[in-house]
Nanobody
Framework: VQLVESGGGLVQAGGSLRLSCAAS????????MGWYRQAPGKERELAAA???????YYADSCRERFSISRDNVKNMLYLQMNRLKAEDTAMYYC????????????WGQGTQVTVSS
């Protein structure tokens, strides 16, 4: 599975961004898709995830402002981020779990999100 993220950039606090992730390869094996993020000097955290059937997970810091979605026909994953804060600044990575796996098996290269205060 290959994953390519896009949509990152520089935005002012309070603004919005939409991240996209295009999946290719053995896409039939993908069950869960997620967005991880890692800020400088901090541990990587799972910001949001979505199952094939649409069940979602959000980190507490993201739940009220972010929305994750996926298009299983186009093999795309999205993350709509609203009311962005400086603390959302991080590298955002698309990652997927294949069927039967208990860990994220494939990762994209990441897209940088920088929120200026």
């Amino acid at each position: 599975v290959q994953l390519v993220e896009s949509g990152g950039g520089l935005v002012q606090a309070g603004g919005s961004l939409r991240l996209s992730c295009a999946a290719s390869g053995s896409i039939f094996s993908i069950e869960v898709m997620g967005w991880y993020r890692q800020a400088p000097g901090k541990e990587r955290e799972l910001a949001a995830a979505i199952s094939y059937w649409g069940r979602t997970y959000y980190a507490d810091s993201c739940r009220e402002r972010f929305s994750i979605s996926r298009d299983n026909v186009k093999n795309m994953l999205y993350l709509q981020m609203n009311r962005l804060k400086a603390e959302d600044t991080a590298m955002y990575y698309c990652a997927v779990k294949v069927k039967g796996s208990n860990k994220y098996d494939f990762w994209g290269q990441g897209t940088q999100v920088t929120v200026s205060s």
